[in-house]
């Protein structure tokens, strides 16, 4: 049976919220795609989501926090004010920063070779969502995992096609704003240049690698790094 769609009515936002405290899996806005979002910190919600997307075990789900600032709880970094510019100029909104994670994130489906990807969303509907939850949520597109390329966004229409049997219910009121992809932005390989080599070098196209390109360029990074370095 095909999960329900919600309008995001403060009601239905606190039963989808319910939702995934119980353990469920939603659909929920993002400031991209509709995605697969859920509880964390729950082993069978998380396996559920793979499961439901068919989704490779090697590849982690993204962890989001409603309070930019809480990425130090999830994230760690050598030079945090690297962290801080980025989050100060594109948070909330879809860049996913990739860090090395701290021992709060101990699942194996959040963390890969010691580093977690963490964003931080604008949807409107969504952070009420993550209000109600009242902690970090993980999500992925709500898709087939391979079926679908950056360009092509997840509306309801393809979630349900793709997902609509297998999760607890659907919430509109997204995607909002764009039709790309997020952002992925590592900030790890260049902390681990400074350990060996000990150059901190102060080029901001240096510092990240884009290992995916969404709404924001690189050059739009770099730029809010360079603010840093002057």
Not at 199 to 223: C, I, K, N, T
């Amino acid at each position: 049976m095909t999960a329900p769609v919600l309008e995001p009515t403060a009601g239905n936002v606190r039963r989808a919220a319910e939702r995934i405290r119980e353990g469920g899996v939603v659909v929920a806005p993002s400031d991209t795609n509709l995605a697969l979002t859920l509880d964390p910190w729950n082993p069978e919600a998380v396996h559920r989501a793979y499961e439901i997307k068919d989704r490779p075990a090697h590849k982690p789900l993204t962890l989001f926090v409603r309070n930019p600032a809480d990425w130090r709880q999830f994230g760690t970094h050598d030079r945090p004010e690297i962290v801080d510019a980025l989050v100060g100029t594109f948070w909330p909104g879809p860049l996913n920063l990739v860090l090395r994670s701290t021992e709060r994130v101990t699942s194996d489906r959040l963390r890969r070779d010691g580093t977690v990807s963490i964003g931080c969303l604008s949807n409107p509907t969504w952070r009420d969502l993550a209000a109600a939850v009242d902690g970090p949520l993980a999500m992925t597109s709500a898709n087939l995992s391979g079926t679908v390329d950056d360009d092509t966004l997840v509306d309801i229409d393809l979630a349900r096609e793709h997902v609509g049997n297998d999760v607890d219910c659907i919430l509109a009121g997204g995607p909002q704003g764009t039709s790309r992809a997020s952002t992925i932005v590592d900030l790890t390989v260049a902390e681990e240049e400074r350990a060996v080599t000990g150059d901190d070098h102060r080029d901001p196209s240096a510092l990240f690698e884009v290992l995916r390109r969404g709404d924001l360029s690189a050059a739009e990074v770099a730029a809010a790094l360079a603010s840093e370095e002057s």
